[in-house]
């Protein structure tokens, strides 16, 4: 009679799995515990009441052909800026990636990803506002917003696909002659392109949102319409705008996960 083989035993817990986990827990009691909830005020018929009554003034949405048209030209303006923006993202990601994963040296190394932990950890919002000052208005200063935040994500990415990429390729096309940036175009990069292409996708999922709202500082797009509707309070029009958004958000989340089926196969 045959025995089945037996599974194999789980991993036991390590000591430092186990210290991360307590102290993520802790950290998510101390969070309850500081910050003071009032869940039961958002549950009651007075806040109930005041919610419908607002949302009740988004309806109808504006629909005439002239704000439809203003609708249209914001929409192609909002997308302008993410794929602007995502692309020179994308083009200096590479180039900081280069440093960033070691091949010129350590001290490159780390004072590429020191830049890049700058780039990326003020929010899109701040590059705007800071960038309306020597952009003006428009959105040009939201285009530069959307590409030095996603700079900083993109470079970051890109590095640790450069170093987690099989180094033996380049290594042979090195040893027998081949120059340094043609063994990097011909063995490490093709490794990493579909790694990187989905990379960008997602981000530029990401930068449609934020580019609908860099316009709430002055960026242009529909986010400045929104802002513009909804500080006149002219509720119908605003809820026109954010129906734009919603349809404009969805069509683009369906055309990359096209793009990433289509990479993958």
Do not use: C
Request: aromatic content about 8%.
């Amino acid at each position: 009679m045959r025995h089945r083989s037996q599974p194999p035993k789980a991993p036991a817990w390590r000591a430092s799995s186990i210290a991360l986990l307590l102290g993520l827990s802790a950290l998510v009691i101390v969070s309850f515990i500081s910050l003071p909830l009032h869940w039961g005020a958002l549950f009651t018929q007075e806040a109930l009441r005041t919610s419908v009554e607002f949302l009740r003034g988004f309806a109808p949405p504006e629909s005439a052909p002239s704000f439809l048209l203003k609708i249209a030209v914001g929409t192609v303006e909002t997308l302008s800026m993410s794929t602007i923006g995502t692309l020179l993202a994308a083009l200096l990601g590479i180039g900081l990636a280069l440093p960033a994963s070691g091949r010129f040296g350590n001290s490159a190394r780390l004072t590429t990803r020191l830049l890049l932990n700058v780039l990326r950890s003020i929010p899109e919002l701040v590059w705007a506002a800071i960038l309306l000052i020597a952009a003006g208005l428009g959105p040009f200063a939201g285009t530069l917003a959307l590409a030095a935040h996603t700079s900083g994500v993109l470079g970051r990415l890109f590095a640790d696909a450069f170093e987690n990429s099989s180094p033996l390729p380049e290594a042979t096309l090195r040893i027998n002659g081949v120059r340094p940036l043609a063994a990097f175009l011909y063995a490490t990069l093709p490794q990493t392109a579909s790694q990187m292409l989905s990379y960008t996708l997602y981000r530029w999922e990401n930068n449609i949102r934020a580019a609908a709202i860099l316009g709430v500082v002055g960026a242009g797009g529909l986010g400045q319409m929104l802002k513009y509707h909804l500080s006149l309070f002219q509720m119908q029009a605003a809820a026109s705008v954010m129906l734009a958004m919603l349809l404009m958000v969805a069509a683009v989340d369906a055309v990359s996960f096209m793009l990433r089926r289509i990479m993958s196969k």
